[in-house]
């Protein structure tokens, strides 16, 4: 491990532990303390009860999340997003949403207080955007080193991505329930499980021929000629041979492909666009994107989606924080980080041992499975799924 690893990760480790000592149990002074005070007072569903011990946001009844099961979740969900290129905030909401209970706690709120619905709400949708920030920085700078970063189609993603991620947040900051936000959140999930099925279907695989060349070739590449020593990684990386306003062309492992940067910032105004609004980083949506509409491997797609993610986060994050006060808890969330951060730096160094088709069916399988669970909980009221 190299020095500035080693520096970043003390970094990263000395400001986790710091907001578990300084903000265990604090919640920002202002609009959350004036929405807390408003519950009514009991025992009953939906009113905090004085007597009980302080757990999220120092509200007493509180979940009161397991800092050290919180960590190895986030570690996995930063690996999981450092090797598919998505899926990384989606394993943060489940864990928010549903492992710390969180969710089922904010609805208890629906009938006696729906503004802390509501802010519980948001604070998952940022926390979530702050794991999964963590990452992608991480991982991303990994794969730019590596020479697995398509830089053009990152920042035409990032352009359009600007607006999208301003605009949600000042729109529906404060007036989304968490059953609205669980529904929406699992009705986008189950929709790319089908597109995904789709991808490695026959159909699909034929339409991605090119892209399937260039990923064997790297595997290839790697297993076999970089173990003798012949080549670096960095030799069958990004190259690009022509960039234009219209059409930008590159090779990856001896391919060549090409992409429309004008398109390529439509989709990123509207994939910030439904981030945003779900809370997650959109590599879910960038990945598709990617590598069906674009038609480039996965072992590209992964580095170039980190960098997409990172900026689009960082307008997000702080169009909520900033421009719309949403808070959050910064005990709980820097552990996660910590989490995260180490998933992150792991995954680059063990994706291209794992075949992309296997990559993606385990991404298939789980969509539809938390796609299915929450549309039926957030929409319909119902747990089809345990």
């Known amino acids: 491990m190299s020095r500035s690893v080693i520096l970043i990760f003390t970094i990263v480790t000395i400001f986790a532990f710091s907001m578990v000592l300084i903000s265990p149990c604090v919640v920002e002074a202002g609009k959350a303390e004036e929405i807390i005070a408003k519950t009514p007072i009991g025992t009953g569903k939906g009113e905090i009860d004085p007597t ?37 905030a989606i394993f943060a909401a489940i864990g928010h949403m549903t492992l710390f209970g969180l969710g089922p706690y904010a609805r208890t709120f629906k009938d006696t207080n729906l503004a802390l619905n509501k802010l519980i709400t948001d604070s998952i949708r940022v926390s979530n955007q702050l794991m999964l920030g963590t990452a992608a920085a991480t991982y991303s700078i990994n794969y730019l080193r590596l020479k697995r970063v398509v830089v053009p189609l990152a920042v035409a993603l990032i ?18 329930s968490f059953a609205a936000y669980q529904g929406w959140f699992g009705l986008f999930i189950f929709a790319i499980a089908f597109l995904l099925i789709w991808e490695t279907s026959p159909p699909g695989m034929k339409y991605k ?7 064997e ?24 041979t022509k960039v ?8 990856f492992s001896a ?49 170039t989606s980190g960098f997409v993610m990172t ?13 719309k006060g949403v808070v ?15 998933g992150a730096m792991i995954a680059p160094r063990t994706q291209k041992y794992i075949p992309e088709i296997w990559l993606k069916r385990l991404f298939v399988v789980l969509a539809l499975y938390v796609g299915l669970r929450y549309v039926g909980l957030g929409f319909f009221g119902q747990r089809w799924l345990p």
């Not at 969900?77 to 998505?86: E, L, V």
């Not at 790297?218 to 690009?240: A, M």
């Not at 959050?328 to 180490?342: A, K, S």
């Open 209 to 215: 021929k090119a892209a399937k060349a260039a990923s």
């Open 244 to 251: 234009g306003l219209g059409k930008v062309e590159f090779e």
């Open 217 to 240: 070739a790297f595997v290839k590449g790697v297993k076999e000629r970089v173990s003798k020593g012949e080549i670096s990684e960095g030799d069958l990386g990004v190259k690009l």
């Open 52 to 88: 009980k011990p302080t757990g999220y946001f120092g509200i007493p009844g509180a979940p009161r999340p397991n800092l050290i099961f919180a960590f190895l979740w986030a570690m996995l969900a930063g690996w999981t997003t450092g090797t598919i290129g998505a899926f990384g």
């Open 255 to 303: 391919v060549n492909f090409k992409f429309n940067p004008i398109l390529a910032v439509g989709a990123g105004l509207l994939i910030a666009a439904i981030s945003a609004f779900l809370g997650v980083g959109g590599g879910f949506l960038y990945v598709p994107f990617m590598t069906s509409a674009v038609g480039i491997p996965m072992y590209v797609v992964t580095g």
């Open 328 to 342: 959050v808890h910064w005990g709980f969330v820097g552990i996660e980080m910590l989490g995260m951060f180490v």
């Open 159 to 176: 352009l359009g991505g600007v607006g999208g991620g301003i605009l949600i947040p000042v729109l529906t900051a404060g007036r989304i």
């Open 311 to 323: 900026a689009a986060m960082v307008v997000s994050i702080f169009s909520f924080m900033v421009l």
